[in-house]
């Protein structure tokens, strides 16, 4: 079936996902009619703190958290990491200095443990494989009695590689500190189970769940000390003061509600998906290639890239042809530098350039894979024409 031009085909869920209707159903009435103070003892405060615990019990649910008092509401990802990271390097600084994460870890985790060295913290950034697995005894070599916690995210949204949580608990855990993980890429596609994984702090975002843009969670494992990080009038047990954003976290409780009924089928939905793009980019296009591990993915990541022309030239041709994609991570997508990730599985410099990430949402169709599969091939080739990195052979 040939696809219309004017319908415009979306893959960069990776960046950002749409609301789902029901998500947005939801919430409705807490814009219009619940506007109450949750923190009021009045009942139209009591209406909008009963629905705040209400989503925090579905959002407990999702993760299999023990209680609801380990879940603590947050405006999304960055502010969950940084709460977790800092909140524990400044309370625990007298057990210990030192912290351990990934070098492929998101920015806003690299980013406070980069903040953290200038204030007397040393952080080690360990290595990964060519697909991205942290190397775990590079992990049990460099925990100390001095390693106070160790930051490994559940699955990068790049590469799309999970990483072998459970074990690097075990790991952890054998050395007393502490395991948060950043979860924002993973929470909504695959299941995650915070007592079976053994995890401490856990990071997860609404909008990777088809919730609203702005809000998240870090769930705090019982007797777990953090520092609180915004001081006010004590809300989320002191840990975040504010008044909460309560039409984004009753929407958020509603995605985390979906995303425990529906995980499975559409994973299983997009895992074929994904592997009929993957598969459709690389068969017939000559020195192409799949980043990440080839069946520890996420069920929607298919990140290729293309050797002798840029990323960026792709994405405007798809674009062109009303196929959004990605070259990377959307927080660093603005600088011109190869992404970190790509770097550190060891790609050289023009071959991170020439990467290129499809991530796929509950919308699209095979009809939008296989026109996607149809239309790359012409791509390629009329860029790779035109770049004087292609060999002759491959512009004849």
Same mark, same amino acid.
């Given at each position: 079936?040939?696809?219309?031009?004017?319908?415009?085909?979306?893959?960069?869920?990776?960046?950002?996902?749409?609301?789902?209707?029901?998500?947005?159903?939801?919430?409705?009435?807490?814009?219009?009619?619940?506007?109450?103070?949750?923190?009021?003892?009045?009942?139209?405060?009591?209406?909008?703190?009963?629905?705040?615990?209400?989503?925090?019990?579905?959002?407990?649910?999702?993760?299999?958290?023990?209680?609801?008092?380990?879940?603590?509401?947050?405006?999304?990802?960055?502010?969950?990491?940084?709460?977790?990271?800092?909140?524990?390097?400044?309370?625990?600084?007298?057990?210990?200095?030192?912290?351990?994460?990934?070098?492929?870890?998101?920015?806003?985790?690299?980013?406070?443990?980069?903040?953290?060295?200038?204030?007397?913290?040393?952080?080690?950034?360990?290595?990964?494989?060519?697909?991205?697995?942290?190397?775990?005894?590079?992990?049990?070599?460099?925990?100390?009695?001095?390693?106070?916690?160790?930051?490994?995210?559940?699955?990068?949204?790049?590469?799309?590689?999970?990483?072998?949580?459970?074990?690097?608990?075990?790991?952890?855990?054998?050395?007393?500190?502490?395991?948060?993980?950043?979860?924002?890429?993973?929470?909504?596609?695959?299941?995650?189970?915070?007592?079976?994984?053994?995890?401490?702090?856990?990071?997860?975002?609404?909008?990777?769940?088809?919730?609203?843009? &702005?809000?998240?969670?870090?769930?705090? +494992?019982? @007797? #777990?000390?953090?520092? %609180?990080? !915004?001081? *006010? &009038?004590?809300?989320?047990?002191?840990? +975040?003061? @504010? #008044?909460?954003?309560? %039409?984004? !976290?009753? *929407?958020?409780?509603?995605?985390?509600?979906?995303?425990?009924?529906?995980?499975?089928?559409?994973?299983?939905?997009?895992?074929?998906?994904?592997?009929?793009?993957?598969?459709?980019?690389?068969?017939?296009?000559?020195?192409?290639?799949?980043?990440?591990?080839?069946?520890?993915?996420?069920?929607?990541?298919?990140?290729?890239?293309?050797?002798?022309?840029?990323?960026?030239?792709?994405?405007?041709?798809?674009?062109?042809?009303?196929?959004?994609?990605?070259?990377?991570?959307?927080?660093?997508?603005?600088?011109?530098?190869?992404?970190?990730?790509?770097?550190?599985?060891?790609?050289?410099?023009?071959?991170?350039?020439?990467?290129?990430?499809?991530?796929?949402?509950?919308?699209?169709?095979?009809?939008?894979?296989?026109?996607?599969?149809?239309?790359?091939?012409?791509?390629?080739?009329?860029?790779?024409?035109?770049?004087?990195?292609?060999?002759?052979?491959?512009?004849?």
């Amino acid at each position: 079936m040939r696809m219309s031009r004017a319908k415009r085909i979306y893959m960069d869920h990776a960046g950002g996902k749409p609301v789902d209707p029901r998500v947005l159903e939801a919430m409705l009435p807490y814009t219009k009619s619940f506007y109450g103070n949750p923190s009021s003892v009045h009942s139209f405060g009591q209406e909008a703190r009963q629905a705040i615990e209400e989503a925090r019990t579905k959002v407990v649910e999702l993760i299999n958290a023990e209680r609801k008092e380990s879940i603590i509401f947050t405006s999304g990802a960055t502010e969950s990491n940084n709460m977790a990271i800092k909140g524990v390097a400044y309370r625990n600084k007298d057990r210990g200095t030192h912290i351990i994460t990934s070098s492929i870890e998101h920015m806003s985790v690299l980013n406070p443990c980069k903040f953290l060295m200038t204030n007397g913290f040393k952080v080690t950034f360990l290595p990964v494989d060519q697909y991205g697995f942290v190397n775990l005894r590079s992990l049990e070599k460099e925990l100390t009695s001095e390693t106070i916690l160790v930051s490994i995210m559940y699955a990068n949204g790049e590469i799309g590689t999970i990483q072998p949580i459970k074990k690097i608990s075990q790991i952890v855990h054998g050395k007393n500190a502490y395991l948060h993980v950043d979860a924002a890429a993973a929470n909504g596609q695959v299941p995650i189970d915070v007592n079976d994984d053994g995890i401490d702090l856990l990071t997860i975002s609404s909008n990777d769940m088809y919730g609203p843009k &702005g809000v998240g969670a870090l769930y705090i +494992r019982k @007797g #777990t000390r953090l520092k %609180p990080s !915004i001081h *006010g &009038g004590g809300q989320e047990r002191g840990l +975040r003061s @504010g #008044t909460e954003n309560l %039409p984004g !976290i009753v *929407g958020f409780g509603t995605a985390a509600k979906i995303a425990k009924k529906e995980m499975p089928t559409e994973s299983e939905r997009l895992k074929k998906l994904r592997d009929k793009l993957i598969k459709g980019l690389l068969d017939v296009i000559p020195h192409s290639f799949l980043n990440g591990h080839p069946t520890k993915r996420l069920p929607n990541n298919a990140a290729v890239r293309y050797s002798f022309i840029e990323g960026e030239s792709i994405l405007l041709d798809l674009d062109m042809k009303g196929v959004a994609a990605s070259s990377g991570s959307a927080c660093t997508a603005k600088t011109l530098e190869p992404s970190h990730v790509l770097r550190a599985i060891g790609l050289k410099h023009e071959e991170a350039h020439g990467s290129l990430l499809f991530t796929l949402g509950k919308q699209n169709t095979e009809e939008e894979v296989n026109y996607v599969i149809r239309i790359m091939p012409d791509i390629v080739k009329r860029l790779r024409k035109m770049s004087p990195l292609t060999p002759k052979e491959l512009k004849e």
